[in-house]
């Protein structure tokens, strides 16, 4: 069965301007997380969602948000970007999210902001 | 902030070698597990043990849990040049530790 894909694989943005990420789970999946990696900061928790619903927020401004749609897809919204936003988004879909299976990870998307 | 933090940072290794690393956490955990991340790229589950769970093998891997320590460990035997990643251990559902880097050398 697919993995978890996420798109686009590459992206490249202005300070200032917006993006959108996108997240597809594994079929029959209802909880989507996403996660931030950059080198200085490791790998921080995003958001949460889970059947539409935000579940679980991290510490990030509310220039990161995100939404889930009723076949489960997700995406991430990063506003007014700022060049501290280059960096490895991952989502990682689990069945119901209580990782009784462990989340499987995209290959995720990498954003640079210039 | 993270709850799982690995030790240590980076380890380099001869093809061959077993690997250790380990995990700390500060609060109570119902499971943990770990993953590893092939340079850049999204990270593969390798192993989950249950707070109950003392030590869970899978393949080359073994992995260890104190719940009295707050403490896991993660055993790498007869390391290959692919074993070369980096490993992260997460608590629950959320926490991730910032990881430990290894090298296999040939």
């Known amino acids: 069965k697919a993995g978890v894909t996420q798109t686009p694989r590459y992206l490249i943005k202005t300070r200032g301007q917006q993006v959108t990420l996108s997240c597809s789970p594994i079929s029959g999946h209802r909880s989507v997380s996403w996660y931030q990696q950059t080198p200085g900061q490791g790998l921080q928790f995003l958001f949460e969602?889970?059947?539409?619903?935000?579940?679980n927020k991290g510490n990030f401004p509310g220039r990161f948000s995100g939404r889930q749609f009723s076949n489960s897809r997700s995406e991430m919204n990063v506003s007014t970007l700022e060049l501290g936003d280059s960096a490895l988004y991952l989502c990682?879909?689990?069945?119901?999210?209580?990782?009784?299976?462990?989340?499987?990870f995209g290959s995720g998307t990498r954003l640079t902001v210039v | 902030s993270q709850q799982g933090e690995e030790d240590p940072q980076a380890l380099s290794i001869q093809e061959g070698e077993n690997a250790t690393m380990n995990c700390s956490y500060k609060?109570?955990?119902?499971?943990l597990q770990w993953y590893r991340q092939n340079s850049g790229r999204g990270l593969v589950h390798l192993i989950l043990?249950?707070?109950?769970?003392r030590e869970k093998h899978s393949g080359r891997l073994r992995v260890t849990l104190d719940t009295s320590k707050k403490s896991s460990s993660l055993l790498i035997t007869a390391s290959r040049a692919a074993d070369t990643a980096s490993y992260f251990c997460?608590?629950?559902?959320?926490?991730f530790g910032a990881g430990t880097t290894v090298t296999v050398r040939a």
């Open positions: 990682a879909s689990s069945l119901v999210g209580d990782s009784g299976a462990g989340y499987t």
């Open positions: 609060t109570s955990i119902n499971n």
């Open positions: 997460a608590t629950d559902e959320l926490s």
């Open positions: 969602y889970f059947s539409e619903t935000q579940r």
């Open positions: 043990i249950r707070s109950n769970e």
